[in-house]
Nanobody
């Protein structure tokens, strides 16, 4: 059983930055691939970024590549999403997700077993 709690969302102007955090329970966090997904009202959930257990591999949606950076601190059981040059289109609830089997840093939501409750990001123009 893995518990995930996101934080760091808020309201920001276009062009600004936010840093999201996801704190995880579990004694084998370093083995978990972790992902960030987002869902805007009335829209399907979409992949944002993923990272391997060691942090050595990352994967980004084309819409955020170059602007967002996923990272992790395994000593703190935490994964981060640094979001720069934010756009109104980035407005969504952002969820972190854990894949305890951890080998793919996948863009597919179905590859993740545990999900956080989400944190709202709103980008104004």
């Amino acid at each position: 059983q893995v518990q995930l709690v996101e934080s760091g969302g808020g309201l920001v102007q276009a062009g600004g930055s936010l840093r999201l955090s996801c704190a995880a329970s579990g004694r084998t966090f370093s083995r978990y691939a972790m992902g960030w997904f987002r869902q805007a009202p009335g829209k399907e959930r979409e992949f944002v970024a993923a990272i391997s257990g060691s942090g050595g591999n990352t994967n980004y949606a084309a819409s955020v590549a170059g602007r967002f950076t996923i990272s992790r601190d395994n000593a703190k059981n935490t994964v981060y999403l640094q979001m720069n040059r934010l756009k109104p289109e980035d407005t969504a609830v952002y969820h972190c997700a854990a894949d305890p089997y951890g080998s793919r840093w996948s863009s597919r939501g179905a590859d993740y077993t545990f999900w956080g409750q989400g944190t709202q990001v709103t980008v104004s123009s």
